[in-house]
């Protein structure tokens, strides 16, 4: 299969410190993956690297087949955080802005964001932002679109625009690489890479990263001293409502519950993402 | 003694940014206000803790002593070390050395910045800043903590270690109120509050506002947008049909806390 976007054993140092350690990643057409990474994991290093804004020390990165360049950048779509938009002109103005810079002749303003063609940017709630952000991105019908937490801060149904918008470009064919913290966003992905030090650390479909990985839930009348004793024992308690989840098993939960004269109902219950991801990401790097 | 607003209000000129919000604070217990940017979540944050006037309503806080609030940026002294940021709002909130000492010891090693203690402000990572601007505002023991978007940004590693302290606070008798702009939040919570424009869209427990969906929800797998009221989750599409009336093909399916909150947004658009 040829990728759009591909990394082999990339590596990047910088004096002694190794920012990306061997990384094998690729992005195929019509794909949406999820890079996922605690802070300082390396995604945004990775991410340069790809787009040929740094160059790997070992390993290789190729982009559309063949080295990263102006010209493959020319087929790449990328929405920071920042969104890249200008604020003090309007909504026409960014668009031919931008088509212009990447050469496009002929191009209309996208129904999403038509309606606002004179409104200042700076003007625009947040998801609107997003939304010309991504309309730019996509103006030049990109082969790959990189998107840097592409529906953060924004509401309900913003973010369900921005998903169509993604979904409808990547069943055109477009691969997309997703960096995100945001687990319900990297649950709609196809395929997740979690990052940490550096290294990927666990890959695959959700299922796959998830694995068999399992969490005690504890269900109980008294959950703030339920809280206390498995806190009390160094535990990381997550709090849902009354209902309490912990790494572990649930005899060494239970044994600890009683021996705190505590009760409750304990069972294994399997991981979600972010459980999973804690544990993932502190096995691979202890603190 | 329960906190919060009833009916509140806050107009900024002809700006309506919290309209009729009433919010509810049990000590020891954690409730979570959802919404995106513009939604008032900040607004309604400063009413509570009184730097905003209400123009509407009533708030019922406790004293100025007894309050820890951080607001979306910082909350913290970049150009002070972690301790020095500790020692600082011991001595504004009248907390006395020994305790202090203590105290800090106690949250510095909750959140794991014990080895950081003489560094800068300004050299943590963000995750750490926000971890530490929260044991900030525990340092003082609040009877009311309210905490604006202390996850956004954060990896879920440094998230989970900041919900343990918020989740540690309200064990020992804390209400504390968080807003967030990340929905699958909310399950952390006993109340959620979900604003939209100023307005609360759903109100109640996770499974209350789960239980409020009218109608049915369906799944529909395929590129092609069903009829009705959709949106896309993954690679399929999901489809809310209020009177029942799920498009053929559709697979009937219990409704998700994501569910709940875009039909609660779907819902109160209609409204307008």
Redesign the interface.
Known sequence: MQYLVGARSATIRFGDFTAVDRVDLEVGSGEVVGL??????GKTTLIRMLLGLLIPTRGSVSLFGGRPSRATRRRLGYVPQSLGLYDDLTVGENWAFTTAAFGIAESTLPESVAGYRHELVGDL???LKRRLAFAVAFSHDPGLLVLD?PT?????????HL??DI?ASA?RGTGVLVTT????EA????RLVVMAEGRVVAAGTLGQVIGDRHVVQVDCAD??GV??AL?GDGL???????RLRVPGTPEHVAGLLHRHDLGGDVSAVPANL?EA??DI??KASP? | MTWGLEGGTVTFGAKTAVDDVTLQVTPGSVTVVVGGDGAGKSTLLRALVGLVRLSGGRAQRPGKQAIGYIPATAGLYVDLTVEENLAFVARAYGVSGSDCRTRSEELLERIGLTETRSRLGGQLSGGMQRKLAVAMALLHRPELLVLDEPTTGVDPVSRAELWRLLSGAAAEGTGVVVATTYVDEANRGSTVLLMDQGKTIAAGSPSDIIGAVPGTMGVVRGSDRPPGQSWRWGTSWRVWAPADDLPDGAEPVAPTFADAVMVAALASQQVV
């Open positions: 996922l990474g605690a802070n300082g994991a709630s947040l998801g937490e953060s801060g924004v509401g309900p149904l913003s973010s369900s998903w169509e979904r069943e913290h945001n687990m319900e649950e709609q992905c196809d959950w703030r809280f206390a806190d990381i308690v997550q709090v849902h409502g009354s972010e991801f804690v990401v502190t603190r």
